[in-house]
């Protein structure tokens, strides 16, 4: 039912999800992650664009015309959870559940769910779950949502220029703003889809998240010496038994490439391992990272990807008036 005027209400409330909503930028800094806001109203416009959908909601609650943004996931996420470029028309009237923004001051908030009038209902990343199939090898589809909330981060002690960068670091730091992909551990640990090609001299995993694409190298080569770094690095490999060992240098500087405002210097360096899970499901992801300049002692951490065969990476294109909507954070 409809609920207009006086008795049209944004209500408040405390939120106990176990699941939090995380994504490329520090959502914790910016929204109440343990409140929501539940309120109603029409559709204004319906941005379908990465690295996140955003949707406009005007609403009456004070008898003057307000507009809501509120932000959703990428496109490939979103697409996978039952919605479309076409499922929202403005002029929709529509319910909402959203975490606020921390400044009460803007009308934004994190998307949890959006009921149409006819019932339909929607959440952003309802669209995975664990799967039952098992793998033969490390080779295929890997789904990074099933797993994305048992991932582990595990800082110790920075080092002067690393404390000093993590507190001046804010949003319009944020290399998404510039559809500049984080490289390890955020590209790992993001809730997309990854394609694993094992060949005989490398192997290649393609993220989905602004088509990165990783290339190991397994023929025994060294890292190259004074060559140019990237964002993503280079990468060689190596088989301990049945484990997968990835060492990865030559990073370039990115403001948050450590993740938290935790930059990536030029002595970063990572090694990866992946595994199979016993049963076969799943794929165990292991790191460390050492990067002096910023981090005393070493980042470790850990993370899950499902096995996915029967799904294909979709196309993630960048918009950059979208991607610097992180500025306004």
């Known amino acids: 039912m409809r609920i207009y005027g006086s008795t049209y209400s944004l209500i408040l409330m405390a939120s106990f999800f176990a699941t939090p909503i995380l994504g490329h930028h520090g959502f914790a800094s910016i929204f109440d992650m343990d409140s929501v806001l539940t309120f109603q109203g029409t559709v204004s416009r319906y941005d379908w664009r990465n690295p996140h959908v955003y949707i406009y909601v005007e609403t009456n609650a004070t008898g003057e015309s307000v507009e809501w943004q509120l932000e959703g996931d990428?496109?490939?996420?979103?697409?996978?959870?039952?919605?479309?470029?076409s499922i929202l028309s403005p002029g929709d009237f529509v319910t909402i559940r959203a975490h606020p923004d921390r400044n009460s001051q803007r009308n934004h908030g994190l998307l949890t769910s959006l009921t149409k009038e006819d019932g339909v209902f929607?959440?952003?990343?309802?669209?995975?779950?664990?799967?039952?199939?098992?793998?033969?090898?490390?080779?295929?589809?890997?789904?990074?949502?099933?797993?994305?909330?048992?991932?582990?981060?595990?800082?110790?002690?920075?080092?002067?220029?690393?404390?000093?960068?993590?507190?001046?670091?804010?949003?319009?730091d944020n290399p998404t703003s510039d559809c500049i992909p984080f490289p390890v551990p955020t590209i790992v640990a993001a809730p997309y889809l990854n394609k694993i090609e094992i060949l005989s001299d490398r192997?290649?995993?393609?993220?989905?998240?602004?088509?990165?694409?990783?290339?190991?190298?397994?023929?025994?080569?060294?890292?190259?010496?004074?060559?140019?770094?990237?964002?993503q690095g280079h990468s060689i490999a190596r088989w301990e038994g049945d484990v997968l060992v990835v060492d990865t240098t030559l990073y370039s500087d990115n403001r948050s490439g450590n993740r938290s405002g935790i930059p990536s210097?030029?002595?970063?360096?990572?090694?990866?391992?992946?595994?199979?899970?016993?049963?076969?499901?799943?794929l165990l992801i292991d790191y460390v990272i050492e990067d002096p300049e910023y981090m005393v002692d070493p980042m470790t951490g850990s993370m899950s990807w499902s096995y996915a065969p029967e799904r294909e990476p979709m196309p993630f294109e960048c918009n950059p008036d979208?991607?610097?909507?992180?500025?306004?954070?």
């Open 203 to 231: 192997i290649i995993v393609k993220t989905e998240a602004f088509q990165v694409e990783r290339t190991f190298y397994t023929d025994g080569r060294k890292h190259p010496e004074n060559n140019e770094r990237t964002n």
């Open 74 to 85: 990428p496109t490939p996420i979103m697409m996978r959870s039952g919605w479309t470029p």
């Open 265 to 282: 210097g030029s002595q970063k360096h990572t090694v990866e391992r992946y595994r199979l899970s016993d049963d076969g499901t799943q």
């Open 122 to 172: 929607l959440t952003p990343r309802s669209g995975s779950r664990a799967s039952n199939i098992r793998a033969s090898s490390l080779a295929g589809v890997w789904d990074g949502l099933p797993g994305f909330n048992t991932r582990t981060f595990v800082y110790g002690t920075l080092t002067n220029e690393g404390t000093a960068a993590q507190a001046a670091y804010t949003e319009a």
């Open 322 to 329: 979208n991607a610097r909507l992180y500025e306004l954070q």
